[in-house]
């Protein structure tokens, strides 16, 4: 069987919640789409969904299938593992994780 790798965590305090995976994999699609200079409609024409899944995705709102987060990296030309590493990297990072609860907090404020 093999061994178990120990995965570094960064220290958190305990009132602190852990950033949403969805809410980093959104600002991470948020921001390749922009570093391509594209709009929403023509990011979702490529992936095959609708302007309004992908701006709720890109938002933290949807949880995506693989299958969906699949197509729209294709779309943006990235690859699921570069994605995932990239977003890995943000939840190992500490500023990555003050943002993403500002996000959160915004969003739940917008909610309430």
């Not at 093999?2 to 969805?22: D, G, I, M, Q």
């Not at 809410?23 to 024409?45: P, V």
């Not at 949880?63 to 729209?72: D, K, R, V």
Request: glycine share 4%; no cysteine.
């Amino acid at each position: 069987m093999a061994a178990l790798v120990p995965f570094p965590r960064a220290p958190r305090r305990p009132s602190e919640p852990e950033p949403l995976w969805r809410q980093l994999l959104g600002d991470q699609l948020r921001r390749r789409r922009h570093d391509r200079d594209e709009t929403l409609t023509e990011t979702a024409e490529k992936a095959g969904v609708s302007p309004q899944y992908l701006s709720e995705v890109e938002r933290g709102l949807k949880e995506p299938s693989s299958e969906m987060i699949a197509a729209i990296a294709g779309a943006l030309d990235t690859s699921l593992i570069e994605l995932t590493s990239a977003v890995a990297d943000e939840l190992r990072s500490e500023p990555a994780s003050a943002s993403a609860l500002s996000s959160a907090r915004g969003a739940f404020a917008l909610a309430a």
